[in-house]
């Protein structure tokens, strides 16, 4: 018996379990965006406007329907493999989605609250290996599955490259920010 085609086989639940669980991904893959995007504060928002940026880098307006689109279907891929037998893989593999959504998360308020671009490129390395870890990990139980995380992986990847030229363009102005930042924090102790 083809072991591949038994794991890419969704357990029957029942209708309303089912969609519990499909509405629960949702609300949980949107809730990261909303996490992070709380976590961060306005003035972030316009300190990034202020960054210089490389001529590729998407304009503000593409961000929003991107990430509705990657949260949608990063809930689809982990409830098709929540679908799947019980097994210490499938455990594994949610363990994996769960950690990368963290770090999705983490991504948002340590750069635009933090302004810390060095460190963001940190844990966008973070989320990129986790997420690719997943993808790895989910494949072995569905196909479809890892098919819907691969878009949410060239984002990722290609955020990853904006991310670490936003920190080569800026790095003496943050640098120099932070500086006067501490100094002006001593002076007042």
């Not at 599955?145 to 936003?166: G, K, M, N």
Request: with cysteine.
């Amino acid at each position: 018996m083809n072991t591949r085609i038994e794991r890419e086989t969704p357990l029957p639940a029942t209708h309303s379990a089912s969609l519990w669980a499909l509405l629960f991904f949702l609300a949980l893959c949107f809730s990261a965006g909303i996490v992070g995007s709380a976590l961060s504060d306005e003035g972030g928002t316009q300190w990034y406007f202020l960054l210089r940026k490389p001529d590729w880098a998407p304009p503000p307006w593409v961000f929003g329907p991107v990430w509705a689109f990657l949260y949608a279907s990063m809930a689809f891929s982990a409830w098709w493999v929540w679908r799947m037998p019980d097994s210490l893989e499938r455990r594994r593999a949610l363990g994996l989605f769960l950690l990368q959504l963290f770090f999705n998360a983490a991504w948002s308020p340590v750069f635009f609250r933090l302004g810390a671009i060095a460190l963001s490129v940190v844990v966008i390395a973070l989320l990129w290996a986790t997420l690719l870890l997943t993808t790895f990990a989910f494949s072995r139980l569905s196909r479809p599955a890892a098919l819907l995380l691969l878009p949410y992986l060239a984002w990722v990847s290609f955020a990853a490259f904006l991310d670490i030229r936003i920190w080569q363009l800026n790095r003496s102005d943050v640098a120099e920010q932070q500086s006067i930042s501490v100094l002006s924090g001593l002076e007042r102790s």
